[in-house]
């Protein structure tokens, strides 16, 4: 059984930033996709970013040149740099990997 666990969500003032983790636990051993979407209040869920087993990645056009995703296969983890963030950046972040969703962890940006 799959397990993601995110963490590094929280409250922050425009500009600043923030680092989501999400770590898979289970009896894994490698997958092609990982990624995060967003899901803002009254709007739909929006692929943020995802990042390929080869390193290949794809952005938003929102968030591109202000987020950055990363893997380590080795520790199965899946992370997102967030620079600069907006008040438009507030919403519930979601991680995909292992075929699996993670449980979503709140990122609010104040003005």
């Known amino acids: 059984q799959v397990q993601l666990v995110e963490s590094g969500g929280g409250l922050v003032q425009a500009g600043g930033s923030l680092r989501l983790s999400c770590a898979a636990s289970?009896?894994?051993?490698?997958?092609?996709?990982m990624g995060w979407d967003r899901q803002a209040p009254g709007k739909a869920r929006e692929l943020v970013a995802r990042?390929?087993?080869?390193?290949?990645?794809n952005y938003a056009d929102s968030v591109k040149g202000r987020f950055t995703i990363s893997r380590d296969n080795a520790k199965k983890t899946v992370y997102l740099q967030m620079t600069s963030l907006k008040p438009e950046d507030t919403a519930v972040y979601y991680c995909?990997?292992?075929?699996?969703w993670g449980q979503g962890t709140q990122v609010t940006v104040s003005s």
């Open positions: 289970g009896s894994i051993f490698s997958t092609v996709v």
């Open positions: 995909y990997a292992y075929g699996r």
């Open positions: 990042i390929i087993i080869g390193g290949a990645t």
